[in-house]
């Protein structure tokens, strides 16, 4: 791939402004202010877009840092390359307001649709982490020796370790042991312990609770059962004393009339007296008669001669019945007093009668039994309520314990995921180490070869990450390198992952002022690399020895 041209419309300083670029070393120099960071972003942000940064990020926003310095509704702009004989235009606004991007086949003039897929197509790939990590390289001279350092051995970890330099390997295994060491203070091994006692503790409580429902359940039935019985000899003993009461009632009534009718038999006397009257009126009749019959000498036949035995006959019948009617009458009057007492003895025998009493203990004792049925019931329904409440209680306990339980399971799951994964990680090391590692050093030894002229041939990178320089005498630990030494590495491993990483596209590099450190030697020699690349190269400078180098190679 070629860039032919870039119009930098509305981004940053920049408005209108328009530079053209050839194949293989293309040098600009110019001072310092002068907008090379800026067309070095364009490029980038052409390829990739910008896009508004957020929370942290928003502090080293590209976004806000490019927006246009004047017409502020315009931040776009245009890119031509060519891949493959092929002629292709990026149109791009970076607007937030007014987002686009449009890419056109100039060769055969149509637009590709959908952009951003045809664009990323025509890229092979390459991703802008690559971009920026790889071919990419802004300028160094802000970064301390020891950051430097630190760039160097993380940007040969995660080459080394992933074959990429999208993904941090350290700091991946920093945050997954942070992570794990996270988890591990987060878990609750107590809750296990808790959880079995609560769990027999919550199916004491339901036993309990079942045993409990079943009591009460059993003494409601049978107070139901008893306060029937009671409602119903009550009615019974209710039904039964009246009805006593009726028949005492009935009975004193009757007595009082035997009483009365007793009496008033007993002072009429009058049939006993009527046969008295009756036969001494006719005895005194005969003897009046007899006597007159007598002193008057006058004769009745029969009569005359027998009155004296018919009074007397008529004396003795008058006795005879007086003693007859006087026995009838005690007799009658003995009956009615028998009568009597045998209605005494009934009423005697009502009022002294303990059906009802008896009846009524009963009810007594079937109301003293339902009472302590209902006492035991309810006692029963207090200790329910207790052991319901107690039991909702131990459930919201379990349903914490639980919830616990499950979140300790997921943060184990968790902790043995991260375990799998720090386990592949060293897998992969080894495997990746052995094969891409070997090849990421030879093609940096063959570039830093060809820098120092001979002087330095191998670079290593051990197992631990370290870089050094191998020499016939020893190896030299980076960290005892010349800061233009440490430069001068950090751009052969830059250059070898890319070769590494995209065999098959050759993307231009772009260089950012990376020479400042570099004596003219060195620079020369670099120079002569990025030239004999296959690759266009881009190199922007505030010196003017890059670019009386390569005039001179016109």
């Known amino acids: 791939m070629i860039i032919k041209s870039i119009e930098l419309t509305h981004f940053g300083k920049f408005h209108g402004k328009k530079m053209e670029f050839r194949p293989g070393l293309n040098v600009f120099a110019a001072q310092n202010e002068a907008g090379k960071t800026t067309i070095h972003a364009f490029i980038r942000g052409m390829f990739y877009g910008i896009e508004r940064g957020r929370g942290r990020a928003s502090k080293e926003d590209r976004y806000l840092h490019y927006e246009p310095w004047e017409n502020a509704g315009a931040y776009e702009g245009k890119l031509r390359f060519e891949k493959n004989g092929v002629t292709y235009r990026i149109e791009r606004s970076f607007l937030k307001t007014n987002r686009y991007l449009r890419l056109y086949d100039e060769t055969n003039g149509v637009e590709l649709t959908p952009a951003e897929e045809q664009l990323n197509r025509l890229l092979e790939g390459m991703t802008e982490s690559s971009f920026i990590n790889t071919i990419s390289i802004e300028q160094l001279r802000s970064a301390t020796d020891k950051e430097l350092i630190a760039e160097l051995r993380n940007f040969a970890i995660n080459m080394g370790n992933t074959r990429s330099t999208s993904i941090d390997m350290t700091r991946s295994k920093h945050v997954l042991r942070k992570k794990k060491k996270e988890f591990e203070g987060k878990l609750l091994p107590e809750a296990d312990k808790e959880l079995s006692v609560a769990e027999q503790k919550y199916e004491q409580i339901c036993a309990k609770s079942m045993a409990l429902m079943e009591e009460r359940d059993r003494l409601e039935r049978e107070f139901g059962a008893k306060n029937n019985q009671l409602q119903e000899n009550t009615s019974q003993m209710k039904l039964l004393r009246a009805s006593r009461e009726t028949e005492y009632k009935?009975?004193?009534?009757?007595?009082?009339?035997?009483?009365?009718?007793?009496?008033?038999?007993?002072?009429?006397?009058k049939g006993l007296w009527l046969t008295a009257g009756i036969g001494f009126g006719v005895l005194a009749l005969i003897v009046l008669i007899g006597l007159v019959c007598s002193m008057?000498?006058?004769?009745?036949?029969?009569?005359?001669?027998?009155?004296?035995?018919?009074?007397?006959?008529?004396?003795?019948?008058?006795?005879?019945?007086?003693?007859?009617?006087?026995?009838?009458?005690?007799?009658?009057?003995?009956?009615?007093?028998?009568?009597?007492?045998?209605?005494?003895?009934?009423?005697?025998?009502?009022?002294t009668d303990t059906t009802v009493s008896q009846g009524e203990l009963s009810c007594e004792n079937l109301?003293?039994?339902?009472?302590?049925?209902s006492d035991a019931r309810n006692r029963a329904e207090w200790e329910l309520e207790t052991l319901l409440k107690e039991q909702?209680?131990?459930?919201?306990?379990?349903?914490?314990l639980y919830e616990q339980s499950e979140q300790n399971d997921k943060y184990r799951q968790e902790i043995a995921a991260i375990d799998l994964a720090l386990h592949q990680f060293s897998i992969l090391t080894e495997k990746i180490h052995d094969t891409f590692g070997v090849r990421l050093n030879q093609a940096a030894s063959d570039y830093f070869a060809q820098i120092t002229e001979g002087k330095y041939t191998d670079l290593k990178i051990d197992d631990n990450m370290n870089i050094y320089v191998n020499t016939p005498d020893r190896l030299i630990p980076i960290e005892q390198c010349s800061r233009g030494t440490m430069e001068q590495i950090y751009l052969c491993i830059r250059l070898a992952a890319s070769g590494i990483l995209n065999p098959k596209e050759s993307m231009p590099v772009v260089l950012d002022d990376v020479f400042a450190y570099y004596d003219n030697e060195r620079l020369v020699e670099t120079l002569k690399i990025l030239r004999r690349m296959k690759n266009q190269v881009i190199v922007f400078t505030c010196h003017t020895r890059e670019s009386s180098w390569a005039k001179q190679q016109k």
């Not at 007859?324 to 007093?337: A, F, H, V, Y």
């Not at 109301?367 to 049925?373: A, D, N």
């Not at 909702?392 to 914490?400: D, N, S």
């Open 296 to 351: 008057a000498s006058v004769q009745i036949p029969f009569f005359s001669r027998f009155w004296p035995f018919v009074a007397l006959f008529v004396l003795l019948i008058c006795v005879v019945g007086l003693v007859i009617q006087s026995q009838r009458w005690k007799k009658t009057l003995k009956e009615m007093d028998g009568e009597i007492k045998r209605m005494q003895a009934d009423q005697e025998t009502l009022q």
């Open 392 to 400: 909702k209680e131990q459930e919201g306990r379990l349903q914490e």
């Open 250 to 269: 009935d009975l004193g009534n009757q007595l009082q009339e035997k009483y009365e009718e007793r009496n008033a038999y007993a002072d009429n006397r």
């Open 367 to 373: 109301l003293h039994q339902v009472q302590e049925i």
